[in-house]
């Protein structure tokens, strides 16, 4: 990857885009178009189809009828091991492309773009389409005029809502699973961050995916989403994003076919530093990128950072320093370390949590300002609030953006009671190097994923989950392939 190879791509105009419905790109029947915003300038980049209802629900037949007939269902899992490989191979080969594409249409770092996206997208359909044919059903412990056998079943049309921050890895996380078990699926990216998924399917199908597996309609969550969540045809409902869709597609499953709902709806990460941590000034540049990096739009971001009292000032002058330091420019620019917030909107709404933060009374140590308006894009200053209360909605509510919550604590009870003092539990961070506590912290935050030592990293070989309003459910690693199968037992009398 270098500048000049990237300078290229971005300078390629974007053609106008379809929906991708039973194989090939197709217009929204009403004809509508939706302009598609860059965070990098504020200018439009291109447009895609602005989807009705009657797209949503042309997808949904052509899912089902793939289903039905078995040209993807009834595949043996090696064959459709072959093609999820094949897929593999065609995105890591546009990985450079595909990742400028996206940098484009949502704002993310370029430098973070190839390995959470393109990369990160590449080894989950790899990471799948090696497991599938290692999935065996079970034979059942009966008596000897009794065979019970238990299979695994796929669970028929897969209805998938992803976010704007990483489309093309959280998209992967739930399409390559889907596929690998033998479902069709519809997927319904953000409205602000549709193109690299629109690529995905055009791969999808060159890769030897079947006509109408594999669908993807683009236009509004409380239009095509709506119609997606609400329709009698689709089996299951996968989604990451916002707390208040996740309960919507909830209404949306009772109102219609009881379908199940897997969601995975966000975080107010406790990141909690111990005055034992093994190595301070590591764990202050690690937790800075904890909440900074992709300008704080991670799910897991470590959005709290509890430190313990007697390090308090000296730490957190040392995560300003870091803050200071980070360079934030164009993300297509590969000396920018940040990149832009993913919209007016959302930068807007990370300057109101500013504002409101030092209301409660909290005190601005860093940032909190909008910068490089003069580009026409989106940036703000890495932001570091310090007297944080646990109540203050700072450190309740979810930001998704640049601004850190700082809180001292005293001892490890007290970090417990407020790291699980929100209604969040996705990620934490605890950084010590007593074994005992270490274990203690784990066993004590409610959280899906715990890291220790560090904030980040993890890959797919452990599952992503939340509990409290995070969700249900879990992408990555084998245990993602659950949701994905219905278990179907034969009981045979001999």
């Given at each position: 990857m270098?500048?000049?190879?990237?300078?290229?791509?971005?300078a390629?105009?974007?053609?106008p885009?379809?929906?991708?419905?039973?194989?090939?790109?197709?217009?929204?029947?009403?004809?509508?178009?939706?302009?598609v915003?860059?965070?990098?300038?504020?200018?439009?980049?291109?447009?895609?189809?602005?989807?009705?209802?009657?797209?949503?629900?042309r997808?949904?037949?052509?899912?089902?009828a793939?289903?039905?007939?078995?040209?993807?269902?009834?595949?043996?899992?090696?064959?459709?091991?072959?093609?999820?490989?094949?897929?593999?191979?065609?995105i890591?080969?546009q990985?450079?492309?595909?990742?400028?594409?996206?940098?484009?249409?949502n704002?993310?770092?370029?430098?973070?773009?190839?390995?959470?996206?393109?990369m990160?997208?590449?080894?989950?359909f790899?990471?799948?389409?090696?497991?599938?044919?290692?999935?065996?059903?079970?034979?059942?412990?009966?008596?000897?005029?009794?065979?019970?056998l238990?299979h695994?079943?796929?669970?028929?049309?897969?209805?998938?809502?992803?976010?704007?921050?990483?489309?093309?890895?959280i998209?992967?996380?739930?399409i390559?699973?889907?596929?690998?078990?033998?479902?069709?699926?519809?997927?319904?990216?953000?409205?602000?961050a549709?193109l690299?998924?629109?690529?995905?399917?055009?791969l999808?199908?060159?890769?030897?995916?079947?006509?109408?597996?594999?669908?993807?309609?683009?236009?509004k969550?409380?239009?095509?989403?709506?119609?997606?969540?609400?329709?009698?045809?689709?089996?299951?409902?996968?989604?990451?994003?916002s707390?208040?869709?996740?309960?919507?597609?909830?209404?949306y499953?009772?109102?219609?076919?009881?379908?199940?709902?897997?969601?995975?709806?966000?975080?107010?990460?406790?990141?909690?530093?111990?005055?034992?941590?093994?190595?301070?000034?590591?764990?202050?540049?690690?937790?800075?990128?904890?909440?900074?990096?992709?300008?704080?739009?991670?799910?897991?971001?470590?959005s709290?950072?509890l430190v313990?009292?007697?390090?308090?000032?000296?730490?957190?002058a040392?995560?300003?320093?870091?803050?200071?330091?980070?360079?934030?420019?164009n993300?297509?620019?590969?000396?920018?370390?940040i990149?832009?917030?993913h919209?007016?909107?959302?930068?807007?709404?990370?300057?109101?949590?500013?504002?409101?933060?030092?209301?409660?009374g909290?005190?601005?140590?860093?940032?909190g300002?909008?910068?490089?308006?003069?580009?026409?894009?989106?940036?703000?200053?890495?932001?570091?609030?310090?007297?944080?209360?646990?109540?203050?909605?700072?450190a309740?509510?979810?930001?998704?953006g640049?601004?850190?919550?700082?809180?001292?604590?005293?001892?490890?009870a007290e970090?417990?009671?407020?790291?699980?003092?929100?209604?969040?539990?996705?990620?934490?961070?605890?950084?010590?190097?007593?074994?005992?506590?270490?274990h203690?912290?784990?066993?004590?935050?409610?959280?899906?994923?715990?890291?220790?030592?560090?904030?980040?990293?993890?890959?797919?070989?452990?599952?992503?989950g939340?509990?409290?309003q995070?969700?249900?459910g879990?992408?990555?690693?084998l245990?993602?392939?659950?949701?994905?199968?219905d278990?179907?037992?034969?009981?045979?009398?001999?």
């Amino acid at each position: 990857m270098d500048q000049t190879s990237i300078d290229a791509l971005r300078a390629l105009p974007v053609s106008p885009r379809g929906h991708f419905i039973d194989g090939q790109s197709v217009p929204a029947i009403e004809g509508g178009m939706r302009d598609v915003i860059s965070p990098i300038d504020g200018q439009v980049l291109t447009q895609i189809a602005e989807g009705s209802p009657a797209d949503m629900e042309r997808a949904i037949t052509s899912a089902r009828a793939a289903f039905e007939d078995g040209r993807w269902s009834r595949m043996a899992p090696a064959a459709r091991k072959k093609v999820l490989l094949k897929l593999a191979d065609l995105i890591e080969a546009q990985a450079l492309e595909l990742a400028v594409l996206g940098v484009r249409d949502n704002g993310t770092e370029i430098n973070m773009a190839i390995k959470a996206e393109s990369m990160s997208a590449a080894a989950t359909f790899r990471y799948y389409g090696e497991a599938i044919d290692k999935v065996y059903g079970q034979i059942a412990p009966t008596a000897e005029n009794v065979l019970g056998l238990v299979h695994h079943a796929p669970v028929g049309v897969v209805g998938a809502i992803v976010p704007w921050n990483f489309p093309l890895m959280i998209g992967s996380w739930k399409i390559a699973p889907a596929l690998a078990a033998g479902n069709s699926i519809v997927l319904k990216p953000a409205e602000s961050a549709s193109l690299s998924l629109l690529r995905i399917a055009e791969l999808a199908s060159e890769a030897g995916v079947p006509d109408g597996v594999f669908n993807v309609v683009t236009g509004k969550g409380s239009v095509v989403g709506e119609t997606l969540a609400l329709s009698m045809d689709v089996d299951i409902m996968v989604f990451t994003g916002s707390g208040a869709t996740g309960r919507r597609l909830l209404e949306y499953s009772a109102r219609s076919n009881l379908k199940r709902c897997y969601l995975e709806l966000g975080g107010k990460s406790p990141n909690i530093i111990f005055n034992d941590a093994p190595d301070l000034a590591h764990a202050a540049q690690v937790s800075a990128g904890g909440i900074f990096r992709n300008s704080g739009q991670v799910c897991v971001a470590g959005s709290r950072l509890l430190v313990q009292e007697d390090i308090h000032d000296d730490f957190v002058a040392e995560i300003c320093k870091h803050a200071e330091a980070f360079r934030v420019g164009n993300p297509l620019d590969l000396n920018s370390q940040i990149g832009a917030v993913h919209s007016l909107d959302e930068l807007e709404a990370n300057l109101d949590f500013v504002t409101k933060a030092g209301a409660e009374g909290a005190s601005r140590l860093s940032g909190g300002n909008r910068i490089l308006s003069e580009t026409g894009g989106y940036y703000m200053q890495p932001t570091v609030m310090g007297g944080v209360k646990p109540t203050d909605t700072l450190a309740q509510q979810e930001v998704f953006g640049p601004v850190l919550a700082v809180t001292p604590f005293k001892d490890e009870a007290e970090a417990i009671q407020i790291a699980n003092s929100t209604v969040y539990g996705l990620s934490a961070g605890v950084w010590t190097s007593n074994l005992g506590r270490a274990h203690r912290m784990v066993a004590g935050i409610r959280s899906g994923i715990i890291h220790v030592n560090t904030y980040g990293g993890s890959d797919l070989t452990v599952p992503l989950g939340g509990v409290g309003q995070s969700g249900n459910g879990h992408d990555k690693s084998l245990h993602a392939m659950d949701k994905y199968f219905d278990l179907k037992t034969a009981w045979i009398q001999l």
